[in-house]
């Protein structure tokens, strides 16, 4: 069974600016293809559909991510010239995958967008699994699914979410848990 892989994906426009956006592909064997499915609209959708290549990164640090969803990363994080696409690798990274779009299925709102690894290249090792990482992608994703959530159901989720982040995070997680907490309350209870 293939399996989702959360991380960040650099694309490229026509003119070549840059969009960096967490996106969840489904790999397929030891990351030979990928299946992106980037909604529509958004950057990614756009820029992978006109020049069809980026880079799929997988990260151990959630601080990107959260800041992306926040809409707080004032500055893109460096990077380096991808060694096969016309793409960008963040300097910060365990592995990164260059993949070449094959095929674009635009028929429903979440695209479906088949893609051929090209290039594969690693940075550092995994940090390991840590619970309060883990909680800030769900805390994350939940903070880009507002519009389809009922507050009791966001504030249970963190609830749930919030020991893992006290127990097993460091200064920085817990502040960025603070954030998205803030961001939902924020979205759900404009009052607030
Ligand atoms: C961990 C994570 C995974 C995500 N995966 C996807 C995805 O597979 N497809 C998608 O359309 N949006 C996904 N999102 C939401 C997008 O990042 C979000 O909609 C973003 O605004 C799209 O950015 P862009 O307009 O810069 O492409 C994900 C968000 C998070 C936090």
């Not at 967490?22 to 909604?39: A, K, N, W």
């Not at 507002?146 to 749930?160: G, K, N, R, V």
Request: proline share 6%; glycine share 6%.
């Amino acid at each position: 069974m293939p399996m989702i892989a959360e991380g960040l994906v650099t694309s490229v426009d026509a003119e070549g600016r840059i969009n960096l956006a967490p996106m969840g592909p489904i790999v397929f064997g030891d990351f030979e293809s990928l299946l992106l499915r980037p909604f529509q609209p958004s950057a990614t959708f756009s820029n992978l559909s006109q020049t069809r290549h980026g880079v799929f990164h997988v990260v151990d640090q959630v601080d990107v991510i959260v800041r992306i969803v926040l809409g707080t990363l004032t500055t893109l994080p460096e990077m380096e010239p991808a060694h096969v696409v016309p793409g960008h690798v963040l300097k910060d990274c365990c592995r990164w995958f260059e993949f070449q779009v094959e095929s674009v299925d635009a028929t429903e709102a979440r695209s479906q967008m088949a893609a051929r690894i090209v290039h594969r290249g690693e940075r550092r090792p995994f940090f390991g699994f840590n619970r309060a990482r883990h909680a800030l992608l769900e805390a994350a994703i939940i903070a880009t699914r507002t519009h389809l959530m009922e507050w009791p159901d966001i504030s249970s989720a963190f609830q749930f979410l919030e020991p893992a982040v006290k127990k097993t995070g460091g200064q920085t997680e817990l502040d960025l848990f603070q954030l998205l907490y803030n961001f939902v309350q924020k979205r759900k209870n404009p009052d607030v």
